[in-house]
């Protein structure tokens, strides 16, 4: 008898059921988990709806989502998961929330010149790009280094990261010599450290615009909560957060 | 047939163990304490209850096992000498083992487990009979004839009786041309019949290759039907040794049997007490004093002997 | 054919990672056996380690031991030139670590539960510990070294969760079938994943039902010669 009435406890304790406050389940793509935290802060306080997010990888969200997965929003790194998501019926409409930019950083006392030559050089063995497949900041890398003329020249040095996190963690841990993550990974900088981000010039790439949408699961179960996050994800209050982790405003 | 199966290897091969080891029994901690000799070609027996230390023995002479203290010494070279700080590996000893388990190699057939004791020195190429040289094929063939195992010599041990992976065990150890032949309780899982061919068979190799031989057992016929002589041994000591008939049947007169007993059960009735005996193969009850009785147990191994016996012989029965 | 570059590559991991395993885990095991009582247990708590850990953790710790920046990573760059990490050497040797378990425990199970006479009646036919090992401890092991190949060639085209830390998702070097999978589904392309996934599953299917008959043949093959 103790033993039921211990799980039945624990089921409830651990079981997202609303306790008191109203609550939302938002999944968030690896590029704007820094800026997502603050974001979820800065709503709560707003408007005392409590943010449950889940760092899950795009691909990831759309399959469970696709499943039955009870996520209210999908913020996005691009707008192809959100628009997949549109077609299945899975959400009415999307919305671009941010424009995101590409960065390129390294460890070593090397000098990143303009025309990137310094991929071909001996001293980088291995470069870390997100996975062009699915991640927009790799797609925008690839296309960089296309541009650049030398893509095929250094693609046996090219190391695929799952996201920009990975990216990041890569160049970070010198695992790589150097690679591309997004800006919104390493702005602000938080603690000293000895790598060096340089934007990538944004002539080089087509912009990444990030797409957010309400989900059906959101707009059936939470409509209020749901509609008041979206008006705040594209409210002047959030672009500032937004801007302090490196994304700029879609129009621009 | 006694026929010198190896000429020529040296024929003074005599053994000295003093030997001492405290050791934990199932029951309690005892020491084990003995010293004594075996002569060259000798068939000497170690005869005692469970316990009493004999395998123990056996094994420390093979190299298995180290006593605390102590020395043993085969054929003028020692091999173990704790003084001197002397302990030879089991391999540099050379000794010729026979397991109650037999420990055959299932993996190989009967040759090649002979084989395996016969090739080189340890560790050198292959087991296969065509890289053995001429006399070696030639030794193995005789010891497959003197164990009787050349029919089966191409079998697998998990398709033999009982009886033959005892003489697989046996032709194995002694291929190994060793200086002490040791046996351990061999014949104790075979039946009756199987033990008495067994005896017979065995007595006939030590003979032919002219072994040293140091047998374990607690079995009466084992005894008296091979052994030079007996050490008789109790709780790790030796009480006595000397010829099979000098140690058992110390009170013996003539036309006394003396037969080996198992108690199969004790009854009492108003009168006496009964036990219930299996002699042989026999059932047999018979009615013992209270004084006898005392300290017996079913289960017990106890000798019988008669006082008067006239022994009529009446018909014939067919075997 | 980069389609079937991914299963090449994780069958090849495999076989690699099983024979490097058959080696090493055969040397551990009997050294393993061969220890007195008192040590085992804390060497046993390591030896299975992998199995309890995440694999992420062993893939996180080996990306960290091994980067260029620290003292192992830096010392295998200077002197070999390589690294281990976004490389399929550095693969197998993640594999071959992770799957010690999977290789040592059934060796290990099979030699303690050998009779000691059969060691001991080797040694006293004058054979080394290490000729006992390979002619009479080992075909008495069969089954085990059966079982620890079955399981470690099969573990190994599972692994993920260190492939994923370790390797980089390089195609044709580490982009094995678990991770191909993976990519498919992130990218939404459920065709392939659905590809990848079903000839995973018969392959390994079919390679542990051979291998089972394989294994009864043997043992059924020895009873029939007991007539």
Redesign the interface.
């Known amino acids: 008898m103790k033993k039921w009435i211990l799980f039945f406890c624990i089921y409830h304790i651990t079981s997202a059921e609303d306790v008191g406050g109203k609550h939302i389940n938002i999944a968030i793509a690896a590029s704007v988990q820094r800026a997502g935290k603050e974001l979820f802060t800065e709503f709560y306080k707003k408007t005392g709806v409590m943010v449950n997010a889940i760092y899950s990888s795009s691909g990831n969200a759309v399959a469970q989502i696709k499943n039955g997965a009870p996520y209210d929003i999908f913020i996005s790194a691009d707008t192809a998961y959100p628009e997949f998501l549109k077609r299945a019926g899975y959400c009415d409409s999307y919305k671009v929330y941010a424009k995101g930019y590409l960065v390129i950083g390294t460890k070593k006392y090397i000098k990143i010149d303009d025309g990137l030559k310094i991929l071909l050089s001996d001293k980088i063995r291995k470069i870390a790009i997100p996975n062009p497949d699915f991640a927009p900041y790799g797609r925008a890398a690839m296309e960089v280094l296309r541009k650049k003329g030398i893509l095929t020249l250094i693609k046996q040095k090219i190391v695929y990261a799952q996201n920009v996190s990975e990216a990041a963690q890569f160049i970070e841990s010198g695992a790589v010599d150097i690679g591309f993550t997004a800006r919104s990974v390493v702005l602000p900088e938080g603690k000293k450290n000895r790598e060096k981000y340089l934007d990538v010039d944004s002539a080089l790439y087509t912009p990444i615009q990030q797409g957010a949408c309400a989900i059906k699961y959101g707009m059936e179960n939470h409509p209020k909560e749901s509609k008041l996050f979206m008006e705040y994800l594209l409210s002047p209050q959030s672009a500032d957060i937004l801007e302090k982790y490196g994304f700029s405003s879609p129009g621009a | 047939m006694q026929t010198e199966i190896h000429p020529g290897e040296k024929k003074c091969a005599m053994i000295e163990v003093s030997v001492k080891k405290k050791f934990r029994n199932v029951h309690q901690d005892f020491f084990l304490n003995v010293d004594f000799e075996v002569k060259n070609r000798e068939f000497m027996f170690l005869f005692g209850e469970s316990g009493a230390g004999k395998t123990t023995i056996l094994r420390m002479i093979a190299g298995l096992e180290t006593p605390d203290s102590g020395m043993i010494r085969v054929d003028s070279e020692v091999w173990y000498d704790s003084s001197r700080k002397i302990n030879l590996t089991p391999q540099k000893r050379k000794t010729g083992f026979v397991f109650q388990d037999y420990a055959l190699f299932d993996n190989m057939t009967v040759r090649q487990n002979i084989e395996y004791a016969v090739h080189g020195r340890s560790g050198q190429g292959k087991s296969s009979h065509a890289g053995l040289g001429k006399d070696k094929k030639e030794f193995i063939a005789s010891i497959l004839l003197a164990t009787g195992l050349e029919e089966l010599a191409f079998q697998f041990p998990c398709n033999l009786s009982g009886g033959q992976m005892q003489r697989v065990a046996f032709a194995r150890a002694i291929a190994r041309r060793p200086s002490v032949f040791l046996l351990d309780e061999p014949f104790s899982s075979l039946d009756l019949d199987s033990r008495n061919k067994m005896h017979e068979e065995l007595k006939q190799n030590i003979r032919d290759f002219s072994l040293t031989t140091i047998l374990v057992t607690h079995d009466y016929s084992d005894v008296f039907k091979m052994a030079d002589r007996v050490i008789l041994l109790k709780k790790g000591e030796i009480i006595d040794t000397g010829k099979p008939s000098e140690i058992f049947l110390a009170e013996s007169r003539e036309n006394q049997f003396v037969l080996q007993a198992e108690i199969l059960e004790i009854s009492r009735n108003e009168s006496a007490n009964i036990f219930t005996l299996l002699i042989g193969g026999n059932v047999i009850k018979i009615s013992v004093s209270e004084s006898e009785a005392k300290g017996r147990s079913a289960g017990e191994t106890i000798m019988v002997a008669s006082r008067t016996f006239h022994p009529v012989i009446v018909g014939r029965e067919k075997s | 054919m980069s389609f079937w570059e991914p299963l090449f590559l994780s069958i090849k991991l495999a076989i690699l990672t099983t024979c490097i395993l058959f080696i090493l885990g055969i040397l551990i095991s009997w050294g393993l056996a061969s220890l007195k009582s008192g040590c085992k247990p804390f060497w046993e708590v390591i030896i299975n380690l992998p199995l309890m850990l995440p694999p992420t953790v062993l893939g996180f710790y080996l ?2 031991i ?5 003292t192992v ?1 830096k010392f295998l760059q200077y002197y070999f030139q390589s ?1 281990l ?2 490389t399929f050497e550095g693969l197998l040797f993640a594999s071959v670590l992770f799957n010690i378990p999977f290789m040592v425990n059934p060796l290990l199970a099979g030699l303690t539960n050998l ?1 000691s ?2 060691k ?9 510990g ?2 006992t090992l390979i ?2 401890l080992l ?2 092991i ?1 089954p085990s070294l059966a079982s620890g190949c079955i399981m470690t060639f099969a573990h190994t085209m599972g692994e993920f969760g260190v492939v ?1 830390m370790i390797g ?3 195609p044709g070097e580490t ?1 094995v079938a678990s991770i191909a999978i993976y ?1 498919e ?4 392309n459920y065709t392939n994943a659905h590809y990848y996934s079903a000839i995973m599953l018969t392959f390994i299917l079919l390679v542990l039902l051979v291998l089972q008959f394989a294994n009864r043949n043997t043992s059924r093959g ?1 009873k029939m ?3």
């Open positions: 990306l960290i091994f980067s260029p920046e620290n990573g690294r990490v976004f009779p006479t059969l001991e009646a080797s040694s006293t036919l004058g054979k080394s290490f000729v002619r009479v075909p008495a069969r994923m980089g998702n390089i982009r990519n589904v992130e990218a939404m020895k010669r007991h007539d």
